[in-house]
């Protein structure tokens, strides 16, 4: 058997742990053959030497303060680490456990154990790096999840709910150890064709789209499962993204709206319109443009404009239309000439517009176009009567000025001095012409005896006259009355008084007292003629409200 001595020796001298001796001072008494295997010394290298040199200078204070509360107080034993020059001039971390035994006379002294933890410090850095690398991450993670604005929820294989972000809270309340069906779709019992459990089947990605009537009207969701996987692959959970998408539903709503309204207006719109890609190739037609030329939906589309274009307005078109894909091309309007199916022409009013992507690249134009013809028709028409009035105004003679007349002869003078009759010079110099009678006073001065004949009598000269009146439609010179019979046309038979205020072959109009129905057939006399005739139209005289004006037209007249 070992004696005491023999084995507390072999002890120290086979121990892993530098065994170290130090005077209150620090100076190394003993040192162990241990310290040649951990930092390189020999034990007599270090014998004699504080021990506070080999000590890291930031590690110096923490050791001495150690050393010092173990010479105060002999009954503490503390422990320290701190970092010890290796030999080779390389730091090494080493775990040091101190105890007092100045009092216990085989020793005298404080008794340093130490070990080199050196790479378990490493392991603890690297630990402690992996966790603030682990706990950045779940931070980046976190922020990334809160900065998306998903609601972000985690479930466990039998549908209990681990995990819910705080939009996640928002959107549906917490939840945080309830299963799932119950906590948002009220059930007993998991939902059908419930997307979390087809991810947890097939291991993929299912989405869904949900809504939810709330105190702010429906919501729409889009629900977004995925499975959550262990180092191993084995699926462990399920996390479910949900997504607000009541905005972009509404959007697509509207969008939807106002496409229809463009597809109302493109198809049944009363313009032709037409959409066409940079190379003038049509692309879709309306109705009426196929109306208007003619043709089928199928036999426009895929066709260049300028095969329906008049041959004359074919480079103007063209040029526009380069002019209109160029970047910010403006809108143009332009009068072309359209060639129908048939081969007749149309004049059209063509308005077009480039349509542009975000990024103003024109995609395609799009055109309206109105037949003018008829308005073409009409203002060529016009033009026409224009120049004809024009050319008639210019033939138009005038005469005008003072004009110099013979007061015997009545001969006119003209600007070369030669004098001319005054019929010959007004043909001359006007569009009128002549007939020539004889008036009264001339009959009665070189013929009076037919003076006598025709105007001596006054019983003959008013007959004569009644009879000029007859023929020409002259109106009296004094108020002639008549006796009118009338029949039929609605009015009751009847005779009545009327005041003639004009008369001709054609027919005559009268004053009456009584309003004589239209069509009512009417027998004129004026005591020595009888003509028959139809009331045409009447009015009440504008002069005298109990009178009215009639008038009447011949059918045939009687002697």
Not at 375 to 390: M, N, Y
Request: hydrophobic letters at 35%.
């Amino acid at each position: 058997m070992f004696k005491g001595k023999d084995l507390f020796y072999a002890l120290i001298q086979n121990s892993s742990d530098i065994i170290t001796v130090l005077e209150t001072d620090g100076t190394v008494r003993y040192e162990s053959p241990s310290i040649e295997r951990v930092l390189g010394y020999a034990p007599d290298e270090l014998t004699g030497r504080n021990a506070f040199e080999t000590i890291h200078p930031d590690d110096l204070d923490c050791a001495r303060e150690a050393f010092d509360r173990i010479i105060r107080d002999p009954a503490v034993s503390l422990s320290a680490e701190f970092r010890v020059r290796h030999k080779d001039g390389s730091w090494r971390l080493v775990e040091a456990t101190g105890s007092n035994q100045i009092h216990n006379p085989l020793i005298t002294g404080i008794v340093v154990n130490s070990r080199d933890v050196t790479d378990r410090g490493k392991a603890e850095e690297l630990l402690k790096e992996a966790t603030m690398q682990t706990q950045a991450e779940r931070a980046k993670s976190e922020a990334i999840i809160t900065a998306i604005g998903d609601g972000i929820s985690v479930q466990d294989t039998d549908y209990t709910i681990l995990y819910q972000n705080e939009v996640h809270k928002r959107m549906v309340g917490h939840h945080i150890g309830e299963k799932c069906y119950k906590a948002y779709q009220r059930r007993d019992r998991l939902c059908d064709q419930c997307h979390l459990a087809m991810s947890f089947r097939d291991g993929k990605i299912h989405k869904e789209e949900q809504s939810r009537v709330t105190d702010k009207g429906v919501r729409y969701y889009e629900i977004s499962a995925s499975p959550l996987r262990d180092s191993t692959g084995e699926i462990i959970a399920g996390i479910e993204a949900v997504r607000d998408i009541t905005e972009r539903k509404q959007m697509e709503e509207r969008l939807r709206e106002s496409e229809e309204r463009f597809r109302r207006i493109f198809e049944d719109g009363p313009l032709g319109m037409i959409i066409a890609d940079p190379g003038c190739k049509v692309l879709r037609v309306n109705k009426a443009l196929c109306e208007m030329l003619d043709y089928t939906e199928q036999e426009l589309v895929g066709k260049d404009i300028e095969e329906w274009t008049h041959p004359e307005d074919i480079e103007a078109g063209t040029k526009l239309t380069g002019l209109l894909f160029q970047e910010e091309g403006p809108l143009f309007h332009l009068e072309k000439r359209c060639v129908r199916k048939d081969g007749k022409t149309l004049w059209t009013n063509f308005t077009a517009a480039a349509i542009r992507d975000r990024e103003g690249t024109a995609l395609s134009a799009i055109a309206m176009i109105e037949d003018i013809s008829e308005r073409k028709w009409a203002e060529r028409e016009r033009e026409k009567l224009i120049c004809e009035l024009q050319a008639a105004l210019a033939n138009i003679k005038t005469l005008k000025g003072l004009i110099p007349m013979c007061a015997w002869c009545k001969k006119i003078r003209e600007d070369s001095g030669y004098w001319k009759k005054v019929e010959t010079y007004i043909q001359e110099h006007s569009d009128a012409s002549f007939t020539h009678g004889i008036c009264p006073d001339c009959l009665r001065k070189h013929d009076p005896p037919t003076y006598e004949k025709l105007f001596g009598n006054d019983e003959e000269w008013e007959d004569l006259r009644r009879e000029r009146q007859s023929s020409t439609g002259e109106r009296s010179s004094r108020p002639l009355t008549c006796v009118l019979s009338v029949t039929g046309g609605g009015s009751k038979n009847m005779l009545l008084t009327a005041e003639i205020e004009d008369i001709s072959d054609a027919g005559m109009c009268v004053l009456t007292d009584r309003p004589l129905a239209q069509g009512s057939t009417v027998t004129f006399s004026d005591g020595r003629k009888h003509r028959k005739g139809i009331v045409g139209w009447q009015q009440k005289d504008d002069r005298d409200g109990g009178t009215y004006r009639v008038v009447i037209r011949f059918a045939h007249k009687n002697h």
